[in-house]
């Protein structure tokens, strides 16, 4: 069974850091493109970083760059994202997702297939 686990979130003040970590099971983590996701109170779900496993090509949102950094572990099947300066705007449920396609490092939400249960960060201003 394909399942992607997320964890680490939580209460941090602003210009502190969290690590957030997804854990894959099955052959989700075999996709080569995987990514964060997040949803923010009252809005729509927004892509965050994609990484693509083969060369560790990256795209991130223009809210988040220079900020956050995704990365892959292959050997632990857990893909990561790296908070850093984190902002009361950041404030999200955070989700990571395996996309269907296997070259276009894509940002929509609509080419990834498996979804998380999604973890709450929360920065206090």
């Known amino acids: 069974q394909e399942q992607l686990v997320e964890s680490g979130g939580g209460l941090v003040q602003a210009g502190g850091s969290l690590r957030l970590s997804c854990a894959a099971s099955?052959?989700?983590?075999?996709?080569?493109?995987m990514g964060w996701f997040r949803r923010a109170p009252g809005k729509e779900r927004e892509f965050v970083a994609v990484i693509r496993r083969s060369d560790g090509a990256t795209v991130y949102a223009d809210s988040v760059k220079g900020r956050f950094t995704i990365s892959r572990d292959n050997a632990k099947n857990t893909m990561y994202l790296e908070m850093n300066s984190l902002k009361p705007e950041d404030t999200a449920v955070y989700y990571c997702?395996?996309?269907?396609?296997?070259?276009?490092?894509?940002?929509?939400?609509?080419?990834?297939?498996?979804w998380g249960q999604g973890t709450q960060v929360t920065v206090s201003s």
């Open positions: 099955g052959r989700t983590f075999s996709k080569n493109i």
């Open positions: 997702a395996a996309s269907n396609r296997v070259i276009l490092v894509t940002t929509k939400q609509s080419d990834f297939g498996s």
